[in-house]
């Protein structure tokens, strides 16, 4: 596709499940970044991978979070024993190579996750 | 760390200009980004400072300070469609890093 996917696009889950959401970044896109943003909140940074490794996974609020990234493609960000506060819209970006000059993220629309 | 700030809320009229401003404090600065999210959308980028100074683009423009840790996002002859939160962002020097540290962000309504 054109853009970065994402899915799904909407989550609803029971506290103690766990969930996984999918990105799909843009076709050549060596970086991707995950971002949590709770409502009438700011951005959270949470991990980024430059092709398959994780060089950044400071922003992980838990141990119950993890992310993967396979063939510098397709990432998972995984979500076990999920909690209410998890609840938020989670956002994926990507970004070309060489981009440091302009440090445009590509987003996608979110994962908007709700834990009851 | 970073610790970025923007105001939460403003209005300003149709045909107007608005001034957003961000202060920001943080280790090893290279660059100040700002972008735009509408309600329920995806945020795009929409200006990148690393030195300072003005950089116009259009209706927008974007200045740096880095001196005095400081930026603003000018609007001019505001439109409804202007009507969104401005993300205010910056990035730290690790070699071949490009992620993003965002700030809470300001919402701006635009009125007849």
């Known amino acids: 596709g054109a853009g970065v996917s994402q899915s799904p696009s909407n989550k609803v889950t029971e506290k103690g499940k766990d969930v996984e959401l999918r990105c799909d970044p843009i076709?050549?896109?060596?970086?991707l970044y995950w971002y949590r943003q709770s409502l009438g909140q700011g951005l959270e940074f949470l991990i980024y991978?430059?092709?398959?490794?994780?060089?950044?996974k400071s922003g992980l609020p838990s141990d119950r979070f993890s992310a993967e990234r396979t063939g510098g493609s397709v990432s998972t960000l995984t979500i076990q024993r999920t909690q209410q506060e998890d609840s938020a819209v989670y956002l994926c970006?990507?970004?070309?190579?060489?981009?440091?000059?302009?440090?445009?993220?590509?987003f996608g629309e979110g994962s908007r996750l709700t834990v009851l | 760390g970073q610790n970025i700030d923007q105001p939460t809320e403003m209005t300003a009229t149709e045909g107007a200009i608005v001034q957003i401003n961000c202060t920001y404090q943080?280790?090893?600065?290279?660059?100040l980004f700002w972008y735009q999210q509408h309600a329920g959308e995806a945020p795009t980028f929409l200006s990148y400072?690393?030195?300072?100074g003005l950089e116009e683009k259009g209706r927008f423009s974007s200045f740096l300070s880095r001196s005095k840790g400081y930026s603003y996002l000018l609007l001019k002859e505001l439109q409804m469609k202007d009507s969104a939160s401005y993300l205010c962002?910056?990035?730290?020097?690790?070699?071949?890093?490009?992620?993003?540290?965002f700030g809470t962000g300001t919402r701006l309504t635009v009125i007849p």
């Open positions: 970006a990507s970004s070309p190579p060489g981009s440091r000059g302009s440090g445009e993220l590509f």
């Open positions: 076709s050549g896109h060596t970086a």
């Open positions: 991978f430059q092709g398959n490794s994780a060089p950044d």
């Open positions: 943080t280790s090893g600065f290279n660059g």
């Open positions: 400072n690393v030195l300072d």
């Open positions: 962002a910056v990035r730290e020097g690790e070699t071949g890093a490009n992620n993003l540290f």
